[in-house]
């Protein structure tokens, strides 16, 4: 079967680094894509990874290896508004989005 | 640029009644798509549009029906609802069927 896997729940600092881990196992795999979700809201984009390597925009980054199957999310000098659900998602080899179940991030003053 | 509004916000129905949820998008893309996301569980394909004019089931499509007859609308049906419909459900679109989403505001369904 296909499976995503992330952390439930963290907790981080506000100023602090957090990294978001994601495994995947899919049938196929053309893609990984991160998302932010503020609760009660809508998810929006926030990267795109196709090749092995990192991808950085800003204070968010994103890591991939496709030949471990896994990912990562990292946000740097954390704010209070970047406290939200990280969704991870892998686009299947029928071109479909496999999404994790997220990771709540709280952050602490 | 409105983007993609959902139509209601929210709504409680009652199970056996008949319910569209509505979806437009002005970004002429082609491809669009309905979720649920449900506490605990990944966002779930019900289903999707690669065109105007065409439908595919996604992971979840039982009990829910679709149509595309433009490229802006993608209503989804629930014929006969049942309380395992009691959702918040996300329409999305992207331009191709293989490049970014983007979602709708969302429409929390209570069915009782």
């Known amino acids: 079967g296909q499976n995503i896997d992330q952390p439930t729940e963290m907790t981080a600092t506000e100023g602090a680094i957090v990294q978001i881990n994601c495994t995947y196992q899919t049938s196929g795999f053309n893609g990984l894509f991160w998302y932010q979700q503020h609760a009660g809201e809508a998810p929006t984009f926030l990267s795109y990874n196709v090749l092995d390597g990192l991808e950085e925009k800003g204070r968010f980054s994103s890591f991939l290896s496709r030949s471990k199957g896994y990912s990562y999310l990292l946000l740097k000098e954390l704010q209070m508004k970047d406290s939200a659900s990280y969704l991870c998602a892998v686009e299947d080899s029928n071109y479909q989005l496999i999404w994790g179940a997220g990771t709540k991030l709280i952050i602490k003053p | 640029t409105a983007g993609i509004t959902q139509a209601p916000t929210s709504q409680i129905l009652a199970a056996g009644r008949s319910m569209t949820l509505r979806c437009t998008q002005d970004m002429r893309h082609n491809a669009m798509y309905w979720y649920r996301q449900d506490l605990g569980l990944g966002l779930r394909l019900i289903h999707y549009?690669?065109?105007?004019?065409?439908?595919g089931k996604g992971e979840v499509p039982d009990g829910y029906s679709v149509s595309r007859a433009n490229t802006d609308d993608f209503p989804l049906t629930l014929a006969s609802a049942v309380p395992s419909q009691t959702s918040v459900y996300f329409c999305?679109?992207?331009?191709?069927?293989?490049?970014?989403?983007?979602f709708g505001p969302g429409t929390r369904l209570t069915v009782l």
């Open positions: 999305a679109s992207s331009l191709a069927g293989t490049d970014t989403q983007y």
């Open positions: 549009s690669n065109t105007a004019g065409t439908t």
